[in-house]
C-alpha cells in the first residue's frame, strides 16, 4: 500500500452519463495529480494541484473537471466522455514547497474506465 | 511531444543476472528523474531517484546512473530475482522544485527467465 486509496477500481459508463472519480491520501502531502495511462502510450499528466489550488491543466478536454476540496482528496467528474477516453486513471500525492525539492510522487492503484 | 524515452520495450534476462534498463532524455532543463516500477494491476511504485547534482544513486539491489552529458538514464538491478518482473518507467521533473507533473517514457517491460 502507497497511502494513496483510489475508488471505485473498476468503472464502466456510457457516453451520455456522469460519473466521479475520487482519490484521498494518508500521507500528508500537500499537492495531488491526475493522469491518465492509455494502452502502448506513456502516462500523460492531466492535472496538478498545489495546497487544494489547480496549477497545471495539460490541456485536458473539459469533459473532464478535478476537484480538490482540500489536501486530502481530489475528485475527478467525468460527463458527455468518448470511447477514447477509456484508460486507467492514477491518482499521485507528493510534497510540495520544502527546500530540497520535488520529491517523489506516490501513486494509487487507479481507475480502470471503460467507456461504452 | 515526449522527452522522455525508453531504448527497449521488452528486456529478458535469466534469474539472478544484473538488469540494466535505460532511458534518453532530451530536455537539458530536467533536474530530478525517477524510476518507477508498475506491476500488472497496480499504480506505478516508486524506487529511486536522484537529482541533476549527482550522476549515481543506489539504493537495495538497485542503482541509477545519470549521464547529462549525453542525457542519459539508467537503472541497473543486482541479482534480478522474480519479483523484478514488471515496466519499468523512467520520468523526469522539467521545471524544479514545483509541484508540477512528471513526464514519462513508454516503459520497458521486465522478464525473469528461470
Known amino acids: 500500500e502507497t497511502g494513496v486509496t483510489q475508488t471505485p477500481r473498476h468503472l464502466v459508463m456510457g457516453m451520455t452519463n456522469k460519473k466521479s472519480l475520487k482519490c484521498e491520501q494518508h500521507l500528508g502531502h500537500n499537492a495531488m495529480y491526475w493522469y491518465k495511462q492509455s494502452a502502448k502510450k506513456p502516462l500523460e499528466l492531466m492535472f496538478v494541484?498545489?495546497?487544494?489550488?489547480?496549477?497545471e491543466n495539460n490541456s485536458v478536454p473539459s469533459r473532464f473537471s478535478p476537484e480538490c476540496p482540500n489536501s486530502s482528496h481530489l475528485f475527478l467528474h467525468l460527463h458527455t466522455l468518448q470511447p477514447e477516453d477509456s484508460a486507467l486513471y492514477l491518482c499521485?500525492?507528493?510534497?510540495?514547497?520544502?527546500?530540497?525539492?520535488?520529491?517523489?510522487?506516490?501513486f494509487g492503484p487507479g481507475t480502470r474506465l471503460t467507456v461504452t | 511531444g515526449e522527452s522522455v524515452g525508453l531504448h527497449l520495450p521488452t528486456l529478458s534476462v535469466q534469474e539472478g543476472d544484473n538488469s540494466i534498463i535505460n532511458c534518453a532524455y532530451s530536455n537539458s532543463a530536467s533536474d530530478y528523474f525517477i524510476w518507477y516500477k508498475q506491476e500488472s494491476g497496480k499504480g506505478p511504485q516508486f524506487i529511486i531517484d536522484i537529482r541533476s547534482n549527482m550522476d549515481k544513486r543506489q539504493g537495495q539491489r538497485v542503482t541509477v546512473l545519470l549521464n547529462k552529458t549525453v542525457k542519459h538514464l539508467s537503472l541497473q538491478i543486482a541479482a534480478t530475482q522474480p519479483g523484478d518482473s514488471a515496466v519499468y518507467f523512467c520520468?523526469?521533473?522539467?521545471?524544479?522544485?514545483?509541484?508540477?507533473?512528471?513526464?514519462f517514457g513508454k516503459g520497458t517491460h521486465l522478464i525473469i527467465q528461470p
Open positions: 499521485a500525492s507528493s510534497q510540495w514547497g520544502l527546500a530540497g525539492g520535488p520529491y517523489e510522487q506516490y
Open positions: 494541484y498545489n495546497f487544494k489550488e489547480q496549477t
Open positions: 520520468a523526469e521533473n522539467m521545471r524544479g522544485g514545483g509541484a508540477d507533473g512528471l513526464t
